[in-house]
C-alpha cells in the first residue's frame, strides 16, 4: 500500500515539476524576444523614424501603433505565439513607450515588457 502511494506522489511531483519547467522556459523565450525588439526598436526616436522602420504607411495620426511580428515565435507550447509591439508617441510625434505584449492567432494576452523611454 505504501509503495503505491509513494508511485503516486513520484508521478504527480514529476507532472507538477515539468509543469513548471514548461512554463518557466516559455517566459524565459517571451522575455527574450522583448529583449530582442527593445534592441531592433529601442533607439528609435520619432513617429516617423517607427513607421519608416516597420515599413507601414498607415498610422499617420494613430496612437498608439500595433504591429505584429510576421512569424510564429516558437515560445508557446502550441506554437502559435507572435509577437506584438505597441508604440506610443506624445503630441510631438516623439516616441515615449514601447510595449512588447504576447499575441496568440491574433489576440494580445499578457504584456511582457514595457519601456519608457
Known amino acids: 500500500m505504501h509503495v503505491i502511494v509513494i508511485a503516486i506522489l513520484i508521478v504527480a511531483g514529476g507532472v507538477l515539476g515539468t509543469g513548471v519547467w514548461a512554463t518557466n522556459t516559455e517566459n524565459s523565450c517571451w522575455k527574450h524576444e522583448a529583449k530582442l525588439v527593445f534592441e531592433k526598436y529601442g533607439s528609435l526616436k520619432t513617429r516617423a523614424e517607427v513607421l519608416r522602420t516597420i515599413q507601414i504607411e498607415k498610422g499617420q495620426k494613430s496612437n498608439p501603433i500595433d504591429v505584429i511580428e510576421g ?46 523611454l
Do not use: H
Request: proline share 0%; aromatic share 14%.
Open 71 to 116: 512569424d510564429y515565435n516558437g515560445c508557446s507550447l502550441g506554437s502559435n505565439g507572435m509577437t506584438a509591439i505597441r508604440f506610443y508617441f506624445d503630441r510631438e510625434n516623439k516616441l515615449t513607450a514601447i510595449q512588447v505584449w504576447r499575441n496568440y492567432s491574433g489576440v494580445e494576452t499578457q504584456m511582457i515588457e514595457e519601456r519608457k
